[in-house]
């Protein structure tokens, strides 16, 4: 298997990895992971209006998890074999198809379906992310990536609160109309700047997927660190997916106010470019130490006293968040320097365990949520109405 590929702009040469390019991956990214999440906190607003029933809405946010988790595994792969910025490219576009059909949707199948392919179509984030780490000279690589990733994190972080403010103002069909021009706007930042990467691996689409599991078996760095970051990922996800149904049923906080929650949340991204550093200095194994635990310890406010109330839940937002993304640039760091020309497939592979563990508790947690809440209500009728 060869270990080159060709990297051009236009064809008329190579590619510096520029400070300006840089934040172009940085912000294509944030914009594109974030149409995963614009639905989360809204679910409660796009059940009733298309006669979706609660449990059903639950599926929600899973199916677009499982998603993204499909095109991870069946077609981030194919950037070892493809054009990297034409495969973006058409991935985008089912992007753009897939948020405004989101927008017009009224039956609670087709809304499922199309969560399905919003999920599938997000992935191109996931192609543009090895070729930021092809671009990157050896010893400063960890540090362009943590950067790439911040911008990715925080357009996770923030879809939440722009998601959960738009839909309170405007309704939620305007959430998914807005990302639908917004994608519109990245594929077309991409089209035209985005360098050109042409691998040099010869295979079938049979024998790319086939290799997946050789590389798993071969790389037990890959496999330790997909296993530490799935379950903090699930961990991220409970979280998450809880926090806007907590928040509304049990302090009684508008859509808005959710939205500054989660925008405070947002803090915790600023570890991406700490971690990458520290992989550089070669200090990976320490720090994924220091992820591990702060992210267990993350917990502690509401396991002292639940009177910390949305104070409490505020800390363990932001700590959490800090020790998950610090953990996911650590273990892309180290996977990444693993075997060059198999580096879309071995972050498909990392990436698909991590999504796999979040869209597994999605809805048992949201039903589990709904029951707690109800009797909750039910036991003390004035925490529904608590102020921020």
Not at 74 to 79: E, K, M, N, R, S
Not at 237 to 252: M, V
Not at 353 to 359: K, R
Request: charged letters at 10%.
């Amino acid at each position: 298997m060869s270990t080159q590929a060709s990297v051009t702009t236009g064809g008329t040469g190579p590619v510096k990895l520029t400070s300006a390019l840089i934040a172009l991956f940085a912000f294509c990214c944030g914009a594109i992971v974030a149409n995963l999440y614009y639905a989360q906190p809204i679910t409660e607003l796009i059940a009733p209006d298309i006669h979706m029933s609660s449990g059903t809405a639950s599926l929600i946010v899973s199916l677009t998890q499982i998603g993204y988790a499909f095109g991870l595994f069946f077609l981030v792969p194919l950037g070892d074999l493809l054009e990297n910025r034409k495969l973006m490219i058409t991935t985008a576009l089912v992007s753009i198809v897939s948020l405004a059909a989101a927008a017009f949707a009224h039956q609670p199948g087709w809304f499922l379906a199309i969560s399905l392919m919003v999920g599938f179509s997000s992935v191109a984030v996931q192609i543009l992310i090895p070729l930021a780490a092809h671009l990157a000279p050896d010893e400063s690589r960890g540090k362009v990536v943590g950067t790439i990733m911040s911008g990715l994190l925080l357009g996770i972080l923030l879809s939440r609160p722009i998601s959960s403010i738009v839909a309170g103002h405007f309704g939620w069909r305007a959430v998914f109309g807005g990302a639908a021009v917004l994608m519109a706007i990245v594929t077309s930042v991409l089209a035209l700047t985005i360098p050109r990467r042409q691998p040099e691996h010869k295979a079938t689409y049979f024998e790319l997927i086939g290799s997946l599991g050789h590389l798993l078996r071969t790389m037990p760095v890959l496999r330790h660190r997909s296993r530490y970051q799935g379950l903090m990922f699930a961990s991220f996800s409970l979280f998450w997916t809880a926090i806007p149904i907590e928040l509304t049923r049990q302090f009684g906080l508008s859509q808005t106010e959710i939205g500054i929650f989660a925008l405070v949340g947002a803090i915790g991204a600023t570890s991406a470019p700490v971690a990458g550093r520290l992989a550089d200095a070669g200090h990976t194994v320490r720090a994924t130490l220091i992820a591990l635990v702060v992210g267990a310890l993350a917990y502690t406010p509401a396991l002292i006293h639940p009177a910390w109330g949305v104070f409490g839940l505020v800390a363990t937002g932001i700590v959490l968040d800090f020790a998950v993304q610090m953990n996911m640039v650590l273990g892309q760091r180290e996977i990444y320097a693993l075997h060059a020309a198999s580096r879309n497939r071995l972050n498909a592979l990392y990436m698909t365990s991590i999504f796999v563990g979040g869209a597994s508790v999605q809805r048992s947690r949201v039903r589990f949520i709904s029951m707690a809440a109800g009797r909750s209500l039910q036991a003390s009728p004035r925490l529904s109405r608590s102020p921020l």
